[in-house]
């Protein structure tokens, strides 16, 4: 399974962005897709991800309301899109994907296996 996340930049504090991730070598349907970032100094931490049946999501508190993850099956991509955008949003922002993440283990780094090269985010006050 490759990853491409892509559609990172730089951005105003209250703009908006939305980002890409291009899933191959899976079965698309079969594979759920989380979203983590990390800051530097920082450690890694989820922000959202969605499932593989169904399309059920989940967002981190830092990031609901503001942010939606969607699957688009036909383009075998996720989208993360990013409103009210904040400077501590900044971050390198990876997609992540696995056919074996249940439920309750979403949000966790260590139920995906296979990982993207990240996106830059800059929110700049």
């Known amino acids: 399974v490759q990853l491409q996340a892509s559609g990172g930049g730089l951005v105003q504090a209250g703009g908006s962005l939305r980002l890409s991730c291009l899933v191959s070598?899976?079965?698309?349907?079969?594979?759920?897709v989380g979203w983590f970032r990390q800051a530097p100094g920082k450690e890694r931490e989820f922000v959202a991800a969605?499932?593989?049946?169904?399309?059920?999501?989940i967002y981190a508190d830092s990031v609901k309301g503001r942010f939606t993850v969607s699957r688009d099956n036909a383009k075998n991509t996720v989208y993360l899109q990013m409103n009210s955008l904040k400077p501590e949003d900044t971050a390198v922002y990876h997609c992540?994907?696995?056919?074996?993440?249940?439920?309750?283990?979403?949000?966790?780094?260590?139920?995906?296996?296979?990982w993207g090269q990240g996106t830059q985010v800059t929110v700049s006050s």
């Open positions: 992540a994907a696995d056919s074996h993440v249940i439920t309750s283990s979403m949000p966790l780094a260590r139920a995906y296996y296979y």
């Open positions: 969605i499932k593989r049946s169904g399309g059920s999501t």
């Open positions: 070598g899976r079965t698309f349907s079969t594979v759920t």
